[in-house]
């Protein structure tokens, strides 16, 4: 089965500094998505990056980055050039690539500070 | 916002009572999977629905069932409720099986007393 691992449960971060947050995940599969979401205070999750396994380049979109780790089973996310609106809970998640069922990290708080 | 939408926004029950959720999916996307999302806690799969049929189930008792219907919106159903299932409901669309990127609703927040 499937596990996903995020060890901090809560970050903070200075306006415009960047910041790490860490995932690992457990799996047999050669083949497979992993994700991060944003959910804010009170609204609704939202796909912030996604990257695919069999893809070495770490994907980008803008500020957010991933630096993917296959033989490590690691998949951080960087947030450059934090925003205050980046406060929200960061969930890392994996799906094998038959697009069956999504499974979810617990969760990173992430607050940043004016 | 995704575009997908969920009802109702708030409820309350009664433990042993039973209630029906409603999703409605974004246009053009006939899959749609449900979580529960308890407090502080990430989601947890509970099952997905592709073009009318059950696809996926995760580990959670036969008392949580759900539908899909012709138009892809979705319910999902909880009976004999407990105290723990108390939490956040949550579905998701995406535009076909074969597609990863999925599209979340705001939530159902139930609380079972």
């Known amino acids: 089965a499937q596990t996903v691992t995020q060890s901090q449960p809560e970050m903070s971060v200075q306006e415009a500094e960047t910041v790490t947050l860490s995932c690992t995940y457990d799996?047999?599969?050669?083949?497979?998505?992993l994700f991060w979401y944003k959910q804010p205070p009170s609204r609704q999750m939202i796909l912030v990056i996604r990257q695919e396994a069999y893809k070495q380049q770490n994907a980008t979109e803008n500020r957010f980055s991933v630096n993917f780790q296959k033989a490590a089973k690691s998949f951080s996310l960087k947030i450059s050039d934090s925003q205050l609106g980046d406060t929200a809970m960061y969930f890392c998640?994996?799906?094998?690539?038959?697009?069956?069922?999504?499974?979810f990290g617990p969760g990173t708080s992430l607050s940043v500070i004016p | 916002e995704t575009g997908v939408t969920q009802s109702p926004t708030h409820l309350i029950k009664t433990r042993g009572q039973q209630v029906t959720l409603r999703c409605s999916s974004q246009?053009?996307?006939?899959?749609v999977s449900w979580y529960q999302q308890a407090l502080g806690q990430g989601p947890q799969f509970i099952f997905q629905y592709y073009r009318e049929e059950e696809n996926g189930r995760g580990n959670f008792p036969p008392r949580f069932s759900g539908l899909q219907f012709p138009n892809y919106s979705s319910e999902l159903n909880v009976n004999a409720l407990e105290l723990d299932d108390s939490a956040l409901y949550l579905c998701?669309?995406?535009?076909?099986?074969?597609?990863?990127?999925?599209?979340f609703g705001p939530g159902t927040r139930l609380l079972v007393l």
């Open positions: 998640a994996f799906m094998k690539h038959d697009y069956d069922k999504v499974i």
């Open positions: 799996t047999s599969e050669n083949n497979y998505y």
């Open positions: 246009s053009g996307h006939n899959t």
């Open positions: 998701a669309s995406r535009i076909g099986g074969n597609q990863e990127t999925q599209y």
